[in-house]
T-cell receptor, first 115, second 111 residues
Framework: EAQVTQNPRYLITVTGKKLTVTCSQN?????MSWYRQDPGLGLRQIYY???????DKGDVPEGYKVSRKEKRNFPLILESPSPNQTSLYFC??????????????FGPGTRLTVL | LAKTTQPISMDSYEGQEVNITCSHN???????ITWYQQFPSQGPRFIIQ???TKVTNEVASLFIPADRKSSTLSLPRVSLSDTAVYYC????????????FGSGTRLSIRP
């Protein structure tokens, strides 16, 4: 089944404790992206990647890191989480046509709480 | 990227046709319009995409006037399961730059 998977689905942690949220897709998509969603703010893009070893900042990259060492995986890293990073996080992927992306497929989401 | 403006919320009843309009005054020549649907605690799901005039698929129609400064998502004969948040996005066909979702339109369908 074609899908985007995220782990963990739920995480409660404490300020300053490094964490990684994994994202994996089995559709051979070039483009992958991370979003956070907060009440009343819609989805905001954190980072995106057009291919292996190619990443770029979205609208709200501060406090996050990403890596794209393999085409299928795009982990989101919080080196020192803070309470304002408490949010619902979504990973997404899509094919690229030339330089542009197509329909994005989203993962199920990771609900993160930082105490 | 062109900024989009949508109504914050809309209400309708089962069996009605619902039209959600999105304004994108600064849309560029290479941009196209994409709509997503999101249910609570789920990731958004692609609905429809278009560049100009009218596009129709099995779930919706998208109307884009000649000046392309706005677009209208049309949902025929809605049901309770169409209650969701709908996002209008303007995306570039020439570069995979960052994507802006905005706050979307919260559609509530009543029996």
């Amino acid at each position: 089944e074609a899908q985007v998977t995220q782990n963990p689905r739920y995480l409660i942690t404490v300020t300053g404790k490094k964490l990684t949220v994994t994202c994996s897709q089995n559709m051979n998509h070039e483009y992958m992206s991370w979003y956070r969603q907060d009440p009343g703010l819609g989805l905001r893009q954190i980072y995106y990647s057009m291919n292996v070893e190619v990443t770029d900042k979205g609208d709200v990259p501060e406090g996050y890191k990403v890596s794209r060492k393999e085409k299928r995986n795009f982990p989101l890293i919080l080196e020192s989480p803070s309470p304002n990073q408490t949010s619902l996080y979504f990973c997404a992927s899509s094919f690229l046509s030339g330089n542009s992306y197509n329909e994005q497929f989203f993962g199920p989401g990771t609900r993160l709480t930082v105490l | 990227l062109a900024k989009t403006t949508q109504p914050i919320s809309m209400d309708s009843y089962e069996g009605q046709e619902v039209n959600i309009t999105c304004s994108h005054n600064n849309i560029a020549t290479n941009d196209y319009i994409t709509w997503y649907q999101q249910f609570p605690s789920q990731g958004p799901r692609f609905i429809i995409q278009g560049y100009k005039t009218k596009v129709t698929n099995e779930v919706a129609s998208l109307f884009i006037p000649a000046d392309r400064k706005s677009s209208t998502l049309s949902l025929p004969r809605v049901s309770l399961s169409d209650t969701a948040v709908y996002y209008c996005l303007v995306v570039s066909s020439s570069s995979a730059s960052k994507i802006i979702f905005g706050s979307g339109t919260r559609l509530s369908i009543r029996p």
